[in-house]
C-alpha cells in the first residue's frame, strides 16, 4: 500500500530535550515536506526537498532541521525544543515536474513540549 | 501579502444543497497548481482536486469542481449535493514553480474554511 508513515504519532516533552519525528514513504517519490498546522493558521511549509542530500527552508524553519540521505525518508529534527513548537506536524511527499503531483501526506504528529 | 486567502472561516450549508468555498491566489508565476485539500475530524489531509494554470477547462472530481477564473486569481471550490459528511475543514493551496525549467517549487496552504453541513 502507497504510503507515508510519521513516527510518533503523539509525543510529549520538555522544554530543551532533543527530539526527531521520522518521515518515511514508499512511492519513490523525489519530493517531500514537513508542515506544521496551528489553529487559525492552516498549514505552514517548515522545510522540503527535491530529492537526496537537497533541502530547503520552507516559511517557518526556524529551530528545525531536517536531512534527506535516503529518498524514502525525511526525519525533522528538534535541537531543543521550545513551548512554541506545540503543533500538529505532517510530511507530504509526491513526485515533482509539470502536471498534476498530488501530495501524498502523512498521518500526522501532535507535538507538544512542556 | 498573503498567497492563498480563504476568507471564510467558517460555512454553513444545508444537507443536497451545493456550496462554494473561495480561494483567491496571488502568484507571478505563469506555471502553478491550485489544489483542494479536506480535513475530517480525524485530522487526515484528502486529496480533492487539483488545476493546472494552463488547464483551460475547470477541473471536476465526482460531486467537487473547482472554478478557476484566471484573470481573477480564484480557485473555488464547489460542493453540488451536500452530504452529512463533507463536514470537515477545507484547505486551498498552491503550488509554484520556479528554478531551471519550474526544477524546484513550493507548496503554500491558506488558513482552510471550516464546513458545517446541517441535516
Known amino acids: 500500500e502507497a504510503q507515508v508513515t510519521q513516527n510518533p504519532r503523539y509525543l510529549i516533552t520538555v522544554t530543551g530535550k532533543k527530539l526527531t519525528v521520522t518521515c518515511s514513504q514508499n512511492?519513490?517519490?523525489?519530493?517531500m515536506s514537513w508542515y506544521r498546522q496551528d489553529p487559525g493558521l492552516g498549514l505552514r511549509q517548515i522545510y522540503y526537498?527535491?530529492?537526496?542530500?537537497v533541502t530547503d527552508k520552507g516559511d517557518v524553519p526556524e529551530g528545525y532541521k531536517v536531512s534527506r540521505k535516503e529518498k524514502r525518508n525525511f526525519p525533522l529534527i528538534l535541537e531543543s525544543p521550545s513551548p512554541n513548537q506545540t503543533s500538529l506536524y505532517f510530511c507530504?511527499?509526491?513526485?515533482w515536474g509539470q502536471g498534476l503531483n498530488e501530495q501524498y501526506f502523512g498521518p500526522g504528529t501532535r507535538l507538544t513540549v512542556t | 501579502a498573503q498567497k492563498i486567502t480563504q476568507t471564510q472561516p467558517g460555512m454553513f450549508v444545508q444537507e443536497k444543497e451545493a456550496v462554494t468555498l473561495d480561494c483567491t491566489y496571488d502568484?507571478?508565476?505563469?506555471?502553478?497548481?491550485l489544489f483542494w485539500y479536506k480535513q475530517p475530524s480525524s485530522g487526515e489531509m484528502i486529496f480533492l482536486i487539483y488545476?493546472?494554470?494552463?488547464?483551460?477547462q475547470n477541473a471536476t472530481e465526482g460531486r467537487y469542481s473547482l472554478n478557476f477564473q484566471k484573470a481573477r486569481k480564484s480557485a473555488n471550490l464547489v460542493i453540488s449535493a451536500s452530504q452529512l459528511g463533507d463536514s470537515a475543514m477545507y484547505f486551498c493551496?498552491?503550488?509554484?514553480?520556479?528554478?531551471?525549467?519550474?526544477?524546484?517549487?513550493?507548496?503554500?496552504f491558506g488558513k482552510g474554511t471550516l464546513l458545517t453541513v446541517n441535516p
Open positions: 488545476q493546472g494554470s494552463y488547464d483551460e
Open positions: 493551496a498552491m503550488r509554484e514553480e520556479y528554478g531551471s525549467g519550474g526544477s524546484n517549487y513550493k507548496l503554500t
Open positions: 502568484t507571478s508565476d505563469q506555471s502553478y497548481g
Open positions: 526537498s527535491m530529492n537526496v542530500e
Open positions: 512511492m519513490n517519490h523525489e519530493y
Open positions: 507530504a511527499s509526491s513526485t
